[in-house]
T-cell receptor, first 113, second 115 residues
Framework: EAGVAQSPRYKIIEKRQSVAFWCNPI?????LYWYQQILGQGPKLLIQ????????DSQLPKDRFSAERLKGVDSTLKIQPAKLEDSAVYLC???????????FGPGTRLTVT | AQSVSQHNHHVILSEAASLELGCNYS??????LFWYVQYPGQHLQLLLK????DPLVKGIKGFEAEFIKSKFSFNLRKPSVQWSDTAEYFC?????????????WGLGTSLAVNP
């Protein structure tokens, strides 16, 4: 079974630039999550999708972050414009349903200079 | 507010030592419980989970965890650690109530095993 795919793996941008991350979940997983993980901390949920609908985006900084999952499969997360404090690893995860274990992708390490 | 606390932020052990990482949660209802592990340079992966039944659950690589409902705890154990167990360990909980069941994470415990 293929795992959660993410790209790119690494990205370096200057502040005020924009960046986009892509995620393809495990086939058949209805729930998709985007997390932000800062070094030494646990993952922080940014947004949760159930199929193509948003279930929870309460911690998404909506003035600069956006995410979509138009066809209920893969998803993109965008930051525009980026700030220095956005430097982190962005994790995508998927699960069969919101009550089940989540499977994580390798993450995208973003450095904002 | 619901929360998960991991007792130790950093643990250093020698090979063959026994390991116990503490995890407590604050929620009065039923929960699903997880331990995730993140090896250096790798992605988060599930170590073990508890949904119901036998409160002593076995995971991969010789790990086990015991759910003690009266103590709101789900401690992770391994009788004899190896250098390859060096990693970050996260406890996480999903409360079994409401429509939006969000995974609540602990801050993680960094384990270093010296050869």
């Amino acid at each position: 079974e293929a795992g959660v795919a993410q790209s790119p793996r690494y990205k370096i941008i200057e502040k005020r630039q924009s960046v986009a991350f892509w995620c393809n979940p495990i086939s058949g997983h209805a729930t998709l999550y985007w997390y932000q993980q800062i070094l030494g901390q646990g993952p922080k949920l940014l947004i949760q999708f159930q199929n193509n609908g948003v279930v929870d985006d309460s911690q998404l900084p909506k003035d600069r972050f956006s995410a979509e999952r138009l066809k209920g499969v893969d998803s993109t997360l965008k930051i525009q414009p980026a700030k220095l404090e956005d430097s982190a690893v962005y994790l995508c995860a998927s699960s069969f349903g919101s009550n089940y274990e989540q499977y994580f992708g390798p993450g995208t390490r973003l450095t904002v200079t | 507010a619901q929360s998960v606390s991991q007792h130790n932020h950093h643990v250093i052990l020698s090979e063959a030592a026994s390991l116990e990482l503490g995890c407590n949660y604050s929620y009065g209802g039923t929960v699903n419980l997880f331990w995730y592990v993140q090896y250096p340079g790798q992605h988060l992966q599930l170590l073990l989970k508890y949904f119901s039944g036998d409160p002593l659950v076995k995971g991969i690589k010789g790990f086990e965890a015991e759910f003690i409902k009266s103590k709101f705890s789900f401690n992770l154990r391994k009788p004899s650690v190896q250098w390859s167990d060096t990693a970050e360990y996260f406890c996480a909980v999903i409360p079994n109530a409401g429509n939006n069941r969000k995974l609540i994470w602990g801050l993680g415990t960094s384990l270093a095993v010296n050869p």
